[in-house]
């Protein structure tokens, strides 16, 4: 079964400060998709990035990127000129190519400080 | 973007009455829906997969038949908690899968409180 880890249970950032993220995954598989999700305080979850394990390229949305290394099973996300509403639980999740279930890490509570 | 919508948002129910919890994509068609758990403090935890048309298949250890999942359209999920108790107070989210990606767009959830 794959495991996501997530092994920072809390972090804090300062405001336009750049923080990251670590996850590390367990997989058999060669293809897969790996995501992160943020859950701000409402609790409602949102995609914040995704990438594919076939792509070299590390996915980049805005101010979010990640650090993908396949061959050491990692999957860090970078947040840079963190924001007051990037305080949020943030998930790392893994989806096997053909089985579309979300497996999540314990997650990382973040807090941007003013 | 993707939207998904839940209902109710909150809901408070007597011990061993059910409450539906509805699921539904509102800009695209899912064939696929998923249905999780959270307590507080915790990850989400997959209760069941929802595929339209056919039968729920469910995590282990979750109870079908407490858990009842209808996807009768392709916009639309139900969870009925059935006879319900005191702990499955929870928090329950919903998720709907972009066909042919592996994205999934969640919905605002449900806070259930069984008295």
């Known amino acids: 079964a794959q495991t996501v880890t997530q092994s920072q249970p809390e972090m804090s950032v300062q405001e336009a400060e750049t923080v990251t993220l670590s996850c590390t995954y367990d997989t058999s598989e060669s293809n897969y998709y790996l995501f992160w999700y943020k859950q701000p305080p409402s609790r409602q979850m949102i995609l914040v990035i995704r990438q594919e394990a076939y792509k070299q390229q590390n996915a980049t949305e805005n101010r979010f990127s990640v650090n993908f290394q396949k061959a050491a099973k990692s999957f860090s996300l970078k947040i840079s000129d963190s924001q007051l509403g990037d305080t949020a639980m943030y998930f790392c999740s893994y989806s096997g190519a053909g089985s579309y279930q979300l497996t999540f890490g314990k997650g990382t509570k973040l807090s941007v400080i003013p | 973007g993707a939207v998904v919508s839940q209902h109710p948002s909150r809901v408070i129910c007597k011990s061993g009455t059910s409450v539906k919890i509805e699921c539904r994509s509102l800009?695209?068609?899912?064939?696929?829906m998923f249905w999780y758990r959270q307590f507080p403090k915790q990850s989400l935890m997959l209760m069941a997969t929802?595929?339209?048309?056919?039968?729920?298949?469910?995590e282990q250890g979750v109870e079908k038949d407490k858990f009842l999942i209808n996807h009768a359209s392709l916009t639309l999920s139900t969870l009925t908690v059935t006879s319900a108790h005191p702990e499955d107070s929870s928090f329950y989210i919903c998720s709907a899968r972009i066909p042919s990606t592996y994205e999934q767009y969640f919905g605002p959830g449900t806070r259930l409180t069984v008295t």
């Open positions: 929802s595929n339209e048309g056919s039968k729920a298949t469910y």
């Open positions: 800009d695209f068609q899912a064939t696929t």
